[in-house]
C-alpha cells in the first residue's frame, strides 16, 4: 500500500482575473475548487495513473468535508482524522498577469488526534511506501517528519520526503527512499550557490552523502536530474509545452516516479515518468491524466522505447 500524508488539507479555490488591481474591486472571468495539499496531490496523480493509496491527514469542518468528498470523486481513498474545532483551510490561487497566492493558516491538531495519526502509520509494513509532504501547521511539533520516521525504522517501510528546510535536512539521516528538492531547496539546505548544472549536480550528491537513497532534483523547464540509489545520475530535459499551472508538478513527478519505479522497477523508466508526470501537469490547469501523462512519457523515449501499460 502506498500512504500519504497531508498535515495541513486545503482546499484550493482559484480564481482567473484579466487585470489584477489591488485596492479595487476585480471581477473574476472563471473560478474553480480542487482539494489542495502536497500528499493528496500525491494520492491523486497515483489514482489517475491506477495505483491505489491512502491519503491520510487531518479534516475540520465543512471545507474538511468538502476535501474529503472531493478525494473520494477523484477516486481517492480518503481517511482523514476529523478534529473537532475549526475548520480545514481555503488557499486562494489568483491567476493574473502575475500569480498571487494567499495561504491559510490551518486549524488546531490536538495531541490526541496526532497519537491516532501514529497509530494509523504503524500499520506500515516492508512493502509499503509511505510519502510524508509538504509543510507543516504550527500546532505540530517542528521535528514531526523524525517522530514518524523514528517509528517505523525496524518496519523497513519505504519513506518518500517533499519537503523544504529543516524538516528535509533532519530527515536525511533516517535514509529515506526518495527526497525531491529543487535547485532553490538545494541552496537553502546547504548555502550553496545552484546556478549551473555542475553545482546542482554537487548539492544533490551531498544529499545522496547525508542519508538519501534516490535524489530527485526537479528544474522547471530545464528537465530534473536523478542521482539513484545505485549511485548512476540520470538527466533529461523537460517535454516541450506551454507552463499553463506549476501548481502539482512537483507533486506530479512523485507520483509519477513511484508508478514508474513500481511498474518497471527500474530508476531510469521510474525517472521518465516523474518528468513525464510533472510535465503533463504544468502544460494543464490542473493533475493531468493518465493519457496526458503517457503523452508526454513517450516523446521522452528512444523510438524503439514503448510506454508502460499501467493498470485501470
Not at 60 to 80: K, W, Y
Not at 100 to 107: K, L
Not at 121 to 149: N, R
Not at 211 to 235: C, E, F, P, Y
Amino acid at each position: 500500500m502506498i500512504y500519504t500524508v497531508t498535515f495541513n488539507p486545503s482546499l484550493d479555490y482559484i480564481v482567473w482575473v484579466t487585470n489584477l488591481t489591488a485596492g479595487a474591486t476585480n471581477r473574476s472571468e472563471a473560478q474553480a475548487l480542487y482539494p489542495g495539499g502536497k500528499g493528496i496531490n500525491v494520492s491523486i496523480m497515483l489514482s489517475n495513473l491506477g495505483y491505489a493509496s491512502k491519503a491520510l491527514g487531518f479534516s475540520a469542518g465543512f471545507t474538511g468535508r468538502e476535501i474529503e468528498r472531493l478525494l473520494e470523486e477523484n477516486g481517492c481513498d480518503a481517511e482523514f482524522i476529523p478534529l473537532h474545532q475549526g475548520n480545514s483551510r481555503i488557499n486562494i490561487k489568483i491567476k493574473s498577469a502575475q500569480e498571487t497566492e494567499i495561504n491559510a493558516q490551518g486549524p488546531h491538531i490536538p495531541s490526541e488526534a496526532l497519537n491516532e495519526l501514529f497509530q494509523r502509520l504503524d500499520a506500515c509494513g516492508p512493502e509499503d511506501i509511505l510519502v510524508l509532504a509538504g509543510s507543516i501547521p504550527k500546532s505540530l511539533p517542528s521535528d514531526i517528519y523524525e517522530q514518524i520516521m523514528l517509528r517505523l525504522p525496524g518496519h523497513k517501510t519505504r519513506i518518500v520526503v517533499d519537503a523544504t528546510g529543516d524538516l528535509l535536512k533532519n530527515a536525511l539521516k533516517y535514509h529515506p527512499f526518495l527526497v525531491k528538492p529543487n535547485a532553490a531547496e538545494l541552496e537553502e539546505l546547504y548555502g550553496i550557490r545552484c546556478d549551473t548544472m555542475d553545482k546542482i549536480k554537487q548539492g544533490a550528491m551531498r544529499v545522496r552523502q547525508d542519508g538519501a537513497l534516490n535524489v530527485l532534483v526537479s528544474l522547471g523547464k530545464d528537465g530534473a536530474l536523478l542521482i539513484d540509489q545505485n549511485g548512476r545520475l540520470h538527466t533529461s530535459p523537460a517535454p516541450s509545452g506551454t507552463l499553463v499551472n506549476s501548481v502539482g508538478s512537483g507533486d506530479s513527478m512523485v507520483a509519477g516516479f513511484l508508478a514508474g519505479y513500481l511498474k518497471e522497477q527500474d530508476y531510469a523508466a521510474a525517472f521518465r515518468m516523474g518528468i513525464a508526470a510533472g510535465s503533463a501537469t504544468a502544460f494543464q490547469e490542473w493533475l493531468a491524466t493518465k493519457a496526458q501523462v503517457l503523452k508526454e512519457y513517450q516523446a521522452l523515449q528512444t523510438p524503439s522505447q514503448t510506454a508502460p501499460e499501467f493498470p485501470g
